[in-house]
């Protein structure tokens, strides 16, 4: 496999420093792994700090600005990062306020988040934590227990994130990613695997004819392998997935994300037959966002995630935010 890196020791080191040379408004720690809004601690803000292993880029260092994350901090590739970086990260970003942080349901960061709340909680910072556990595909996996954290955790950090910047205490901050997740289901599909740097291969064998329905994001299978589909044949899948584990009675958020390699002309068809589906099924969409945002490294295909709201939730998702990965209002 080609890849544009220099040696896979120092890809993730490369990486941090050129999101800090593209990003003066960011501090980027590249010895220590943290990523961390210039302007913090706010004073009076809650401080909102998620991470994750690399790989799944822009999720979450290219989240981190007014709007949304306080602060984030990358593992290795498809690796969690380490309690230290979370202590930092927190103790960074705490003004006093607290600390909440968002943790995608896989093992290793569930284990080093608790154990990050608990060091921080020793020197004085009061931390909640959220679970984003929003993938309907499969109940248990290689990477975690339970249902994994997906495309959601975007949701969860930009509704949350609004929250925090209009000075809502931790509780309600905690409170409302709680409600974001609960409400969010997601399904992904893959094309084809993912290729680590480590590696310099594909993660796994998937023939040219046939896709994986309810993949993950670390390149782990999924429910079921089938004969290559149409798009329109995928979305049916996918919207029946999500819709009939999540029962909205309510408008929804639609993100159609591609997994690292797949063209934006691909991912606004399939956005076109998700919303006819959609439609025939009498869910309503308030707000759409089509892009690569929670990616597989160099995978092709795609995830949806929806996200039923209320008008506050819409409200806070509508609010301004200004980070490298995602910007409007501002």
């Known amino acids: 496999m080609k890849m544009l890196i220099n040696v896979p020791e120092t890809v993730v080191?490369?990486?941090?420093?050129?999101l800090a040379a593209a990003h003066p408004e960011l501090t980027v720690d590249v010895e220590n792994r943290v990523i961390v809004r210039r302007d913090a601690p706010v004073a009076g803000k809650v401080g909102l700090v998620s991470g994750g292993g690399s790989g799944h880029e822009p999720l979450?260092?290219?989240?981190?600005?007014?709007?949304?994350?306080?602060?984030?901090c990358p593992g290795e590739v498809f690796t969690s990062p380490v309690p230290d970086q979370m202590l930092r990260a927190a103790a960074a970003v705490d003004s006093g306020a607290g600390v909440l942080f968002i943790v995608k349901n896989y093992t290793g960061d569930v284990l080093n988040f608790d154990m990050a709340a608990e060091l921080a909680e020793d020197e004085g910072i009061q931390v909640a934590k959220v679970l984003v556990n929003d993938d309907v595909a499969v109940t248990d996996s290689l990477y975690t227990a339970g249902r994994r954290g997906t495309g959601a955790t975007l949701f969860v950090e930009k509704i949350a994130g609004a929250a925090a910047d209009e000075g809502m205490p931790l509780e309600r901050v905690e409170a409302i990613a709680r409600q974001v997740n609960e409400n969010s289901r997601s399904f992904g599909v893959a094309l084809s695997a993912c290729s680590t740097p480590a590696k310099g291969s594909p993660t796994f064998d998937?023939?040219?004819?046939?896709?994986?329905?309810?993949?993950?994001?670390?390149?782990?299978?999924?429910?079921e392998r089938r004969a290559m589909m149409t798009s329109g044949e995928i979305a049916e899948v996918a919207v029946e997935a999500v819709v009939e584990d999540l029962r909205p009675r309510n408008p929804v958020l639609v993100l159609v994300n591609?997994?690292?390699?797949?063209?934006?002309?691909?991912?606004?068809?399939?956005?076109?037959?998700?919303?006819?589906?959609?439609?025939?099924?009498?869910?309503?969409?308030?707000?759409?966002?089509?892009?690569?945002?929670?990616?597989?490294?160099?995978?092709?295909?795609?995830?949806?995630?929806?996200?039923q709201v209320d008008e506050e939730m819409l409200r806070l998702w509508d609010a301004p935010v200004k980070t490298p990965g995602l910007r409007w209002g501002v």
């Open 13 to 18: 080191a490369d990486a941090l420093r050129g």
């Open 60 to 72: 979450h260092g290219g989240f981190v600005g007014p709007g949304m994350l306080s602060a984030a």
């Open 206 to 223: 998937l023939p040219p004819g046939e896709l994986e329905l309810g993949i993950g994001i670390h390149g782990e299978p999924g429910r």
């Open 258 to 307: 591609g997994m690292g390699a797949t063209p934006l002309l691909e991912l606004y068809g399939f956005n076109a037959e998700v919303h006819r589906v959609l439609a025939a099924r009498g869910v309503p969409v308030a707000r759409v966002l089509v892009g690569n945002y929670v990616t597989s490294l160099d995978m092709a295909g795609a995830s949806l995630t929806l996200c």
